[in-house]
């Protein structure tokens, strides 16, 4: 009968680790010590049992139990210092569904970067890049702007070792692009550009830019002005006016200022276009002839236009974005408006 009541017990033991094993992948270690090993515990309960075993078996029924008793107590206490651990902000609850994180989305300077060269690849224009660090040759020689130019004064950019440089614009993109192909010739290039402005609400030392060329036999001011009206109206809408206005730039002849009507106040008249009904978008032009026959491009033989604008000043312009300088600042609850 002893030995009977010796299975028994073990029995017992062995089905009350099954037992802590299986509540304890579910319950906190505040709720196993009382349930397993505190006073009214299921081992001390076990324990009660040892009197009704004889006295030759009662030594090796209470080593079994205090061993069963310590190795609950010590599984109970390690995954009470787990959880200290990780910490109760950070305890996981599997119970509960995931919680998916935010997705990011489109810069707004991206997203306007996007929509114009959209439009101008539904033109034909083929999108080219080039490198950042350029050659003084290729940010103003070949642009017709020497040494002695005062316009080189505004365009003066970050030095990396003579004659390296940030470029100042996206322009020697189009130098590169006429020295390896032949007319004729149609590319829009974006990229960033550097310039030594002192930042303010207009100005950035840092900006993008996206500038178009075409040059190939028989291209006319014409030819400019309805690729440049084309793209106002898909930007701004059917019922946008296009204005062009005398302006200089070296690397054009003649060369345009490009105003639209106030797409805020429809040319009637608001802070946002100064009363004048009128907001400047782009600068253009024919290409210079110097300019092609630096590029070993004939002038007589071909004519080309050309037209640039800052990608900020677009986006600025699109959603009444009073300061540049709110493109870099990174306010989640700026840029959660686009």
């Given at each position: 009968?002893?030995?009977?009541?010796?299975?028994?017990?073990?029995?017992?033991?062995?089905?009350?680790?099954?037992?802590?094993?299986?509540?304890?992948?579910?319950?906190?270690?505040?709720?196993?010590?009382?349930?397993?090993?505190?006073?009214?515990?299921?081992?001390?309960?076990l324990f009660g049992e040892l009197k009704t075993l004889p006295p030759d078996h009662k030594k090796a029924a209470g080593e079994k139990l205090n061993a069963l008793k310590n190795d609950l107590e010590a599984r109970i206490e390690a995954l009470a210092s787990a959880k200290a651990a990780v910490g109760p902000q950070r305890a996981v609850d599997l119970?509960?569904?995931?919680?998916?994180?935010?997705?990011?989305?489109?810069?707004?300077?991206?997203?306007?970067?996007?929509?114009?060269?959209?439009?101008?690849s539904?033109?034909?224009?083929?999108?080219?890049?080039?490198?950042?660090?350029?050659?003084?040759?290729?940010?103003?020689?070949?642009?017709?702007?020497?040494?002695?130019?005062?316009?080189?004064?505004?365009?003066?950019t970050f030095y990396v070792e003579p004659p390296y440089l940030l470029r100042s614009h996206t322009s020697p993109v189009q130098i590169r692009t006429m020295k390896a192909r032949k007319p004729p010739i149609r590319v829009l290039c974006p990229g960033k550009v550097f310039r030594p402005d002192k930042p303010d609400a207009g100005h950035s030392p840092m900006f993008h830019?996206?500038?178009?060329?075409?040059?190939?036999?028989?291209?006319?001011?014409?030819?400019?002005?309805?690729?440049?009206?084309?793209?106002?109206?898909?930007?701004?809408?059917?019922?946008?006016?296009?204005?062009?206005?005398?302006?200089?730039?070296?690397?054009?002849e003649p060369s345009a200022e490009v105003d639209v009507t106030c797409f805020i106040c429809g040319a009637k008249g608001c802070p946002a276009c100064k009363q004048s009904g009128w907001v400047e978008i782009l600068g253009s032009g024919m290409v210079h002839p110097k300019v092609l026959a630096n590029c070993g491009i004939d002038p007589e033989e071909n004519t080309g236009f050309a037209f640039g604008m800052g990608v900020e000043r677009i986006a600025m312009l699109r959603w009444g974005i009073p300061d540049i300088r709110r493109f870099t600042e990174n306010h989640f609850a700026f840029l959660r408006q686009f």
């Open positions: 009968m002893a030995s009977f009541f010796d299975m028994s017990l073990d029995a017992k033991i062995e089905a009350l680790k099954a037992e802590f094993e299986k509540e304890a992948s579910s319950l906190p270690a505040e709720q196993l010590r009382p349930r397993f090993v505190g006073p009214s515990g299921k081992v001390r309960a119970t509960l569904p995931g919680r998916a994180p935010e997705l990011g989305r489109r810069h707004p300077v991206y997203r306007t970067w996007d929509e114009i060269v959209r439009v101008f539904r033109l034909g224009f083929d999108v080219v890049y080039g490198p950042e660090v350029e050659v003084e040759a290729n940010n103003f020689e070949a642009l017709n702007i020497p040494v002695d130019h005062p316009a080189r004064d505004s365009f003066d830019q996206v500038e178009g060329l075409l040059v190939g036999p028989g291209v006319t001011f014409a030819h400019l002005k309805g690729v440049l009206d084309l793209f106002v109206k898909s930007m701004w809408g059917p019922a946008t006016t296009v204005r062009f206005r005398p302006s200089f730039f070296p690397f054009t």
